[in-house]
């Protein structure tokens, strides 16, 4: 009854949902700019009190990677995970790895009733793999001059060395007879 009193469908709530449903992961400043298609005059705060009173009521799930502004989906209740590039911020949806209810299963509960695990994985978008790759190469050209010229130094010891070799044997030979 509760849940029906608050989830008034309003032009503003109805907007809210569509812009989350058709973005990926959009965070609140994206649903603003694609609620203002809509509805042209609408204010910030009435975005947000949408945003959350939807996502209180479960209609939308709202995530925050740590480092990130929050973001908003319309996929909820079924406890799936995000990749998350750490270079551009991409949020990419991606299923329990081993089943929802595995996954909300702890080794040690300490008395908690669990109701979401919330996993990230963090790494790089094959995009930004792709533009950053050829930064690493130049780096590794430069850093090659310095060993060589330690090479140089240890030839000049190891012939140092072999004279003081020779010497000695040619010594030993004068003196056995
Ligand atoms: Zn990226
Ligand atoms: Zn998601």
Not at 37 to 64: K, M, N
Not at 155 to 176: G, H
Request: one cysteine or more; charged letters at 25%; aromatic letters at 2%.
């Amino acid at each position: 009854m509760l849940r029906d009193a608050a989830l008034r469908i309003t032009k503003p709530r109805l907007a809210v949902i569509s812009a989350v449903d058709r973005l990926a992961h959009p965070d609140t400043e994206s649903v603003i700019a694609a609620v203002r298609e809509a509805i042209p005059d609408v204010s910030h705060q009435t975005v947000y009190d949408s945003l959350r009173t939807l996502s209180d009521l479960g209609i939308l799930r709202r995530i925050q990677p740590a480092g990130s502004v929050a973001r908003y989906e319309t996929r909820t209740g079924d406890n799936h995970h995000h990749l998350v590039c750490r270079s551009c911020g991409a949020v990419v949806d991606v299923d329990c790895a081993i089943g929802e209810t595995i996954c909300l299963t702890p080794s040690e509960d300490h008395g908690f009733q669990i109701d979401e695990a919330e996993v990230v994985y963090w790494g790089v978008c094959p995009q930004c793999a792709s533009t950053s790759a050829p930064a690493e190469s130049a780096d590794g050209a430069g850093a090659a001059a310095s060993p060589e010229a330690v090479n140089t130094d240890a030839v000049d010891t190891d012939a140092v060395n072999t004279d003081a070799v020779n010497t000695e044997a040619t010594k030993l030979k004068v003196a056995s007879p």
